[in-house]
DNA sequence: CTCATAATTGATAATCATTCTCATTTTATA
DNA sequence: TATAAAATGAGAATGATTATCAATTATGAG
């Protein structure tokens, strides 16, 4: 990763944004810095700095919602490589709430909780190929 | 909500799927079952149901992607009014993800937990406009 | 320092999922 | 059965993001 000029004065936008900004958002800081940024740049340094772990991206599966009849608390897993979403089934979660209730004083009336990795077929194959 | 059999062909369809289906996925399921169903009639159906409860959506926050750049551990609260994203400190995610692992046998690599409800300062004014 | 190569950029078109619009049809009920 | 409310289908519109591509910039060897 060579160096370059936007992605410093990105990162360093996104270090003093204490609101997790959107794209979009970050986009209007930026231009007063520097007019000529392009939005392409932008997203495209985003993704970058996030694939090296230097800033992180919060969003849910990948773009498109999946939908579920089971309505029964239960969490999800998805995996990298298939794309598969899983159920996982839940007896953890009532705690994590009483907890972040406690220590934030937020309402809280909803959660979802995404695993991803590689679900067992995945990780068999990716095996056999070695 | 009054009865359509569109409706009921939407639900039955994600009922027989095991694999949590994309829109998209459903709407070649159901192009089966009634060829001149619009993609309008199933993202509406869809989202009314979740709204009712009768099903679930899985997906991240809104549309936008949000960007952080603290790397460590940490959960994030969405406030359903005014859209802010919020750290929550981790201090149980562990154990869920030693106990997924154990349940399932996926290799998990990374997980997110998104709370949402109401932030402290709207609970507030909700409060008051009352 | 200077050239060659690879990385990066800006502008804009393209894509993809989803929502909106609106005229028409269906459902519920008085 | 008449009427109002709800739902539909078709396609346009939107919004976020990615792809394309020619021009610019960074880097490392000589």
Redesign the interface.
């Known amino acids: 990763m060579n160096y370059s000029r936007q992605r410093e004065i990105i990162?360093s936008a996104?270090?003093e944004?204490v609101?997790?900004?959107?794209?979009?958002y970050?986009y209007s800081v930026l231009k007063e810095k520097d007019p000529n940024i392009s939005l392409a740049t932008l997203y495209r340094n985003?993704n970058q700095m996030?694939e090296k772990?230097?800033?992180?991206?919060?969003?849910?599966?990948e773009s498109?919602?999946?939908?579920?009849?089971?309505?029964h608390e239960h969490?999800?897993?998805i995996?990298?490589k298939c794309k598969?979403?899983?159920d996982?089934?839940s007896?953890?979660?009532p705690?994590?709430?009483v907890?972040?209730k406690a220590?934030?004083?937020?309402?809280?009336?909803?959660?979802?909780?995404?695993?991803?990795?590689?679900?067992?077929d995945c990780?068999e194959d990716i095996k056999e190929e070695k």
């Not at 609101?19 to 979009?24: G, S």
């Open positions: 990162f996104l270090k944004n609101v997790h900004p959107t794209a979009e970050l985003l996030a772990g230097l800033i992180k991206k919060i969003d849910g599966l498109a919602s999946h939908y579920d009849h089971n309505t969490y999800h897993f995996c990298k598969k979403v899983f996982i089934s007896n953890v979660a705690e994590i709430v907890k972040t220590e934030t004083g937020f309402e809280i009336d909803s959660y979802d909780i995404v695993f991803s990795g590689l679900c067992k990780f």
